[in-house]
């Protein structure tokens, strides 16, 4: 049964070994109807001048919706892949490897078909690697080769490139095969799944893009359209109810979106507010700590005072607080503030109105000449005389 379909299949494999099974493939899906491009160990005929002769069969690879993959006991030529670094790595690989790596990153669907005489050998390379702490370096690499005793038939690249496609996750579909009578029969069965799948993704690809053709259609021109391909009215109520209801959710979205985007500005404004804020407030904290700290020189440090005869000094010992202990009941007779008190080491009160005050009060004292209490200009001056 032919697919009748444009599905091309990139069959990779190494070629001079396979040449019989790879023809007979070839000849088979064609009668299928299926269109069969086919690697070699040559490449495709060079139709990229920047890329290798090998390195050519990856963009043709890129369009095939499937990637037939078999693995028989040669291994093929290393090769750089200079233009495919990123996507195959800086190692030197056959081309079916490369091929490989390439479908694999690009999440080509990949059917793999291993000669099932291979495993037994595959096995035992296995085991060696187990025996040497899984080191795959050269030298390990050097003593498991001379370990396994490989037929001529085998080449031990063959056995590291299964390695890599039984352990590299996820898992691809792999299948062992004795001739290709096996190959053929599973082929054909997969080939109708994955066939089967893409034309369902193209249903549903087109049924997508008709209800959005009839998105854009008013209600009347919508319903003449439904009605030509056989929809009864009852069918077409029930699209067009559901078309309101989606109108609807729609602009429900919008309304939200814009609400959100209001939000979201208005985050932003009230940020930039609170940042302009938090500023002020550590200048204002820093203009606060300024001011204490004159406020604590000017207290503690030299101070003058005018006397009759002049300005007399008033020294960092000459004026004393009192500690909260040292207050107790106290209280500055001026603002009656009970913290902290302030005295003199000669006397702690005018000596005519008996005055306690506090350094405040104290302070301004000083610097008018007055006393705070009685307002007697001589009784500062005495007080102030040490």
Not at 100 to 108: C, P, Q, T
Not at 300 to 321: E, H, K, R
């Amino acid at each position: 049964m032919a697919s009748g379909y444009d599905f091309p299949i990139f069959v990779s494999s190494t070629d001079y070994n396979l040449v019989d099974l790879r023809a007979e493939l070839q000849d088979h899906l064609d009668g299928l109807g299926y269109r069969v491009v086919l690697s070699s160990s040559d490449g495709f005929p060079d139709q990229t001048p920047n890329f290798t002769p090998w390195e050519s069969c990856l963009p043709v690879l890129d369009k095939c919706h499937v990637v037939i993959l078999i693995v028989d006991g040669r291994y093929g030529s290393p090769m750089e892949w200079p233009n495919f670094k990123e996507i195959i790595g800086p190692e030197k690989i056959s081309p079916t490897h490369g091929e490989y790596r390439f479908a694999k990153k690009k999440g080509k669907r990949t059917l793999i078909f291993i000669r099932g005489g291979l495993m037994n050998d595959y096995q035992r390379y296995r085991e060696a690697l187990k025996t040497e702490a899984a080191d795959v370096a050269t030298e390990a690499m050097a003593k498991i080769k001379e370990k396994l005793f490989l037929p001529i038939t085998i080449d031990f690249d063959v056995l590291k490139f299964i390695h890599e496609i039984k352990t590299e996750k996820p898992i691809q579909w792999i299948r062992t095969f004795k001739d290709v009578t096996e190959v053929k029969r599973a082929v054909h069965s997969q080939l109708l799944n994955e066939l089967a799948m893409s034309f369902i993704d193209r249903q549903g690809e087109l049924i997508a893009r008709f209800s959005k053709a009839l998105d854009s259609c008013d209600p009347e021109e919508r319903k003449k359209i439904l009605k030509r391909i056989g929809y009864t009215n009852e069918l077409i109520e029930d699209i067009e109810k559901k078309a309101t209801d989606i109108a609807d959710l729609k602009n429900q979205i919008n309304q939200k979106q814009k609400e959100v985007e209001i939000l979201a500005l208005e985050k932003t404004k009230n940020r930039k507010k609170i940042d302009e804020l938090e500023t002020d407030m550590a200048d204002l904290g820093m203009r606060v700590n300024d001011l204490q700290e004159e406020n604590t020189l000017t207290l503690s440090g030299t101070a003058y005072a005018p006397t009759p005869s002049g300005f007399a000094g008033l020294g960092a010992s000459f004026l004393q607080y009192d500690s909260a202990e040292q207050v107790g009941n106290r209280t500055c007779d001026q603002c009656k503030n009970r913290l902290p008190i302030a005295l003199l080491y000669n006397n702690s009160q005018c000596p005519k109105c008996k005055r306690t005050l506090c350094h405040k009060c104290f302070g301004a004292s000083i610097f008018s000449g007055l006393c705070a209490q009685c307002g007697a200009y001589g009784a500062t001056s005495d007080y102030l005389a040490p």
